[in-house]
């Protein structure tokens, strides 16, 4: 019997010594991915970790409690103070800066841009926006994914505030044309358009692209391939499918 005891207090301890500690960063504008409540963090991501965490226990999931700003993030991944973030766009530009990608997106959207209400500007493609010239200025988060791209397609943009939120400010107060952001973050709990009466959306849906989960460049690739092997079995349970069911997606 004591033989026994100590057999599994000494598989408690190795697989204690070989869990792997993960830092999660969240990027400012990031629901319905991450939606900041009075109980922590909620939202798809939250749940595909918990999904990955049960599926291997080895694997741990520590969540930042506050948001930052997307070039922050990369900051803090390029230099090994955080480990992953959820819902990143893959570019080029990432990859080649030593942001690592799951093989596997695990939710495809589109881009809206927002516009006021008081303005009947309407636009169906990116060639619209440039024609507008000076007056078709862009909002578009700090440090996001498709700045580049968009500034080489000739779109004047707007890239020096951090959150949604304060670029929604900044298009109520008139300080450019369009805000640009995920089609689902509208649809989320952290857009309310009653708190935002001035805004209306412009029905075209641009740029669909997957989601994924991203480490640093620091993330070893055994740690790599555990996170590729948990969240293919998310995927292939039917629970990932599920979990953006209950957010209200498909």
């Known amino acids: 019997m004591k033989r026994f005891l100590f057999s599994l207090v000494g598989l408690f301890f190795s697989m204690s010594s070989h869990a792997i500690d993960l830092r999660v960063a969240v990027w400012d504008g990031a629901a319905p991915f991450m939606i900041k409540t009075e109980q922590g963090w909620r939202g798809i991501c939250v749940d595909i970790y918990k999904a990955m965490e049960m599926i291997d226990p080895h694997l741990r999931f520590v969540i930042d409690e506050e948001s930052m700003p997307l070039r922050r993030i990369e900051y803090e991944l390029q230099a090994g103070r955080r480990d992953l973030i959820c819902g990143a766009r893959k570019t080029p530009a990432r990859e080649a800066g030593g942001m690592q990608f799951l093989k596997n997106g695990f939710y495809t959207s589109g881009y809206r841009l927002a516009a006021r209400s008081d303005d009947d500007v309407q636009v169906s493609n990116w060639d619209d926006v440039k024609k507008l010239g000076n007056q078709g200025i862009v909002l578009i988060m700090q440090g996001h994914a498709d700045i580049e791209r968009l500034q080489q397609l000739g779109i004047q943009l707007d890239s020096g505030t951090p959150s949604a939120e304060q670029n929604l400010i900044k298009l109520e107060a008139g300080r450019a044309r369009f805000f640009y952001h995920r089609d689902i973050f509208f649809k989320s709990s952290s857009f309310n358009p009653k708190d935002h009466p001035k805004i209306r959306l412009i029905p075209t849906v641009f740029d669909p692209n997957p989601a994924y ?37 498909e």
């Open 213 to 249: 989960i991203a480490t640093g460049k620091l993330v070893s690739k055994d740690v790599m391939n555990q996170l590729d092997t948990a969240f293919n079995r998310v995927m292939r349970s039917g629970e990932l499918a599920r979990i953006v069911r209950q957010y209200g997606l």
